[in-house]
């Protein structure tokens, strides 16, 4: 009995499966009168290279030809249907690879054809030659005799040198879809009359890759093993695949989130080969998105894909497979866990049309604003600070306690000493400048003595004043030198800078002062201070007699 593979060769183009554009192309260079010296086949195994090439070679030596439709029934298509014309002549470079091997092929192509009108040379596996053989073949394959032609065929074309490729018109052999396989498969079926199942078939043209020389083979052992009855689970037992029954059980228990019995299930599939598990299950997903199943979301497929291609990464760096499956299948049990798309948006809905009635809601009461908290003296004096200098706000905010504002005095108590203590004097200057700029020229910063400082003892006072007195001579010599500074850069008079300096000197010595004042004894300070300084600017006043 003869193989499937060889008894169903396909015998002209029409039979060609899955090659519709390469048999088109070699049908209109034939009936146009367009052949070219060399041709090159490329494409997966089992795909119809080598029989294309036979096809095209019988075309060729029809005594009717060269014509697209051989008549089969002449002695040059006979002979080359029987693989036995002395003109059509095949070599297997995988076997004939060195430079001798072509070195005769050269010499053959020197003598006419022995009864056709061309001589064709088939060169299969050519990417198997030497570069020697390869360099041997390049001059006759680019100019040969007229009555020589090149097919060649490979399953690896990058495989080739460019001079080579650039010397042949190049046809492409595409993989043969899976539909096309299923139905050649049910027409040599029905013809040899053997029972199948179509879930058989589409187990055979998956394991097949594409490729239907394959699958032919496998269609044959089916054959054998079921004793002329080709069923699924036999298929799927003579290829050591999962029964297709037990991947719906599978894919059936993550869908009702059984995890008790996925593990019972992962315990089984030890002994099978974790890649074809992962393989069936999507061929199975597949299938159910194909035919609509509403079992299962879009969203849901995107998961499981996902979580499917990268178990099938994880296997290639895991030592145990068997736990990565496991790891799989309750991974897709979480995959359902997660919200769908639709229900989110819901969710989403919902939540604006409630703030949205609430927002209604609250427009039709009657609004009502409090009221804005108002800054007192003090709270604006110190944002100012903060604003200008961060690390001083954060002084007075620790060594500072605002005491009364009255008549443009800001009373402070100053709680600093040492370092901190000279800190403030430095900054006395900008802090001035602060409270003039909120509150006009005129405003000051004075000494508001804590209750405490009136209980201290007698010793504590003298030590205090001593330190107030070291502490004035310092802002002295301070004062004296910003005085000869202004008067350098400054063309002010100069008794108006000594006044200004001398009033930040008073105003710090009021604030040094452990002595404290009310504000009527404030108030009559600055009325003698206007009148001295009427008196400097006029004189004293004389009652004339």
């Avoid at 054959?223 to 009855?229: C, E, K, M, R, T």
């Avoid at 209980?455 to 310092?474: G, R, Y």
């Avoid at 002010?492 to 009033?503: F, G, S, V, Y």
Wanted: with cysteine.
């Amino acid at each position: 009995m003869q193989a499937l593979a060889l008894k169903y060769r396909p015998k002209n183009f029409d039979e060609l499966i899955g090659q519709e554009a390469v048999s088109k192309s070699l049908i209109h260079a034939l009936d146009e009168g367009r052949i070219s010296h060399a041709y090159l086949f490329s494409g997966l195994r089992g795909s119809g290279k080598t029989s294309s090439a036979r096809i095209f070679s019988k075309a060729l030596v029809c005594e009717k030809g060269p014509t697209s439709k051989p008549c089969e029934v002449c002695p040059q298509c006979i002979m080359a249907n029987e693989s036995r014309h002395m003109d059509i002549i095949e070599m297997d470079a995988a076997s004939h690879r060195k430079i001798d091997d072509i070195r005769e092929l050269i010499e053959q192509t020197k003598y006419a054809p022995a009864m056709a009108r061309y001589k064709i040379f088939i060169i299969d596996e050519v990417h198997m030659l030497t570069k020697e053989a390869f360099n041997a073949l390049l001059k006759t394959l680019e100019e040969p005799p007229s009555y020589v032609k090149f097919i060649l065929a490979t399953t690896d074309p990058l495989k080739l040198p460019t001079t080579v490729l650039s010397r042949t018109q190049h046809f492409r052999f595409k993989q043969i879809s899976r539909y096309s396989i299923i139905k050649h498969l049910e027409f040599i079926l029905s013809k040899e009359g053997v029972h199948y199942e179509k879930e058989a078939l589409e187990i055979l043209a998956r394991s097949g890759g594409g490729s239907l020389r394959d699958t032919l083979t496998l269609l044959d052992q089916a054959i054998i093993y079921g004793a002329n009855n080709v069923t699924a689970n036999g298929v799927a037992s003579m290829l050591g695949l999962l029964d297709p029954d037990k991947i719906e059980e599978i894919i059936a228990h993550i869908l009702n989130h059984d995890k008790n019995a996925i593990r019972v299930l992962a315990t089984e599939l030890e002994s099978y080969d974790p890649e074809m598990i992962i393989d069936e299950i999507l061929a199975n997903l597949k299938q159910k998105f194909v035919e609509n199943d509403s079992k299962i979301s879009l969203l849901v497929y995107e998961r499981f894909f996902r979580i499917l291609a990268q178990a099938k990464g994880m296997l290639n760096i895991s030592s145990d497979n068997g736990f990565v499956l496991m790891l799989m299948l309750f991974m897709m049990i979480e995959a359902l866990n997660l919200q769908d798309i639709d229900d989110a948006i819901d969710v989403v809905v919902s939540k604006d049309d409630e703030s949205l009635a609430k927002a209604t809601q609250s427009n039709n009461q009657p609004e009502q604003i409090a009221p804005a908290k108002k800054q007192g003296p003090y709270e604006l004096f110190l944002t100012k600070i903060y604003d200008r200098n961060y690390d001083l706000g954060e002084f007075f905010k620790e060594f500072v306690e605002f005491s009364f504002f009255n008549n443009n005095e800001l009373g402070l108590i100053v709680n600093a000493k040492d370092e901190n203590l000279e800190y403030f004097k430095k900054n006395w200057k900008i802090l001035n400048e602060i409270l003039r700029t909120l509150f006009g020229q005129n405003a000051k910063i004075v000494n508001a003595k804590s209750d405490e400082s009136k209980t201290q003892p007698q010793t504590s006072q003298v030590a205090l004043e001593n330190d107030t007195k070291s502490e004035l001579d310092e802002l002295d010599a301070e004062i004296s030198r910003l005085n000869a500074d202004n008067v350098e850069n400054k063309n002010e008079p100069k008794a108006e800078i000594k006044r200004e300096l001398q009033n930040e000197k008073n105003n710090f010595a009021l604030m040094l002062n452990k002595e404290p004042k009310t504000p009527e004894e404030l108030q009559k300070q600055r009325e003698q201070g206007i009148l001295k300084e009427a008196n400097r600017l006029f004189g004293e006043p004389t009652i004339e007699s």
